[in-house]
């Protein structure tokens, strides 16, 4: 499977630090793309990173993308209270769907 | 800014009973997803549709399961006789295209109770 699998489980930092989470996928795929979802509500799209692109930035987040080591890691500088949420990777390869990790749980202290 | 609607946002049956949950796609895009999370469990796909078919369907997405594009807005997913191991979040999903560049954007989630 591509299953891509986050790392880690859950993070815990203070408002105005980096938060770093990491993603690792079995096989190969076509992009690499990371949602948030707060506690139990919908899941919003935040940055999508093609299998040929090795860096991303978005606004105060950094995607990275390893294809060598099937992994990816997101970055979210000078992490603010409202950034508490878990956050997943979803990979595609070929036309196959979304295939979801299972998540990290940042909790940002203010 | 465009974006995925789903009705209700919170559906409690009880075991047996067919349910409906509702989507609104944004409206220039071709492709439409359902997905579900089990409560603490990963997002799982069931079922892509594209040009009124199912272009790709999961294990879990079984003859209990169907979906439908009634008209020129709505995307819907029944659930003929439910169980209780259906209960979850139902996400809906749509994006313009498939392939390396296409995002999928998600609704809010249809949170399915079933007694």
């Known amino acids: 499977s591509q299953q891509g699998e986050e790392d880690p489980q859950a993070l815990s930092i203070q408002e105005g630090e980096n938060a770093t989470m990491n993603c690792s996928y079995k096989t190969s795929i076509n992009n690499l793309q990371w949602y948030r979802q707060n506690s139990g509500r919908g899941l919003v799209h935040l940055i999508l990173i093609r299998s040929n692109e090795r860096e991303k930035h978005s606004g105060r987040l950094r995607v990275t993308l390893d294809t060598s080591k099937k992994s990816s890691s997101l970055l979210i500088t000078a992490s603010r209270a409202a950034d508490t949420a878990s956050y997943f990777c979803?990979?595609?390869?070929?036309?196959?769907?979304?295939?979801f990790g299972k998540g990290t749980r940042l909790s940002v202290i203010a | 800014e465009p974006e995925v609607t789903q009705t209700p946002s919170h559906q409690v049956t009880q075991m047996g009973q067919e349910v409906i949950l509702r989507c609104v796609p944004i409206?220039?895009?071709?492709?439409f997803y359902w997905y579900r999370q089990i409560l603490g469990q990963k997002v799982e796909f069931l079922v892509s549709f594209y040009n009124n078919e199912i272009s790709e369907k999961s294990e879990i997405f079984d003859d209990q399961f169907s979906v439908e594009r009634p008209d020129g807005s709505n995307f819907t997913l029944k659930i003929r006789s439910t169980k209780l191991e259906d209960s979850a979040m139902y996400f809906c999903?749509?994006?313009?295209?498939?392939?390396?560049?296409?995002?999928?954007?998600f609704g809010p989630g249809t949170r399915l109770t079933v007694t």
């Open positions: 979803a990979t595609v390869a070929g036309n196959t769907p979304l295939v």
């Open positions: 999903a749509s994006s313009e295209g498939r392939g390396v560049t296409y995002e999928q954007y």
């Open positions: 409206s220039n895009h071709l492709y």
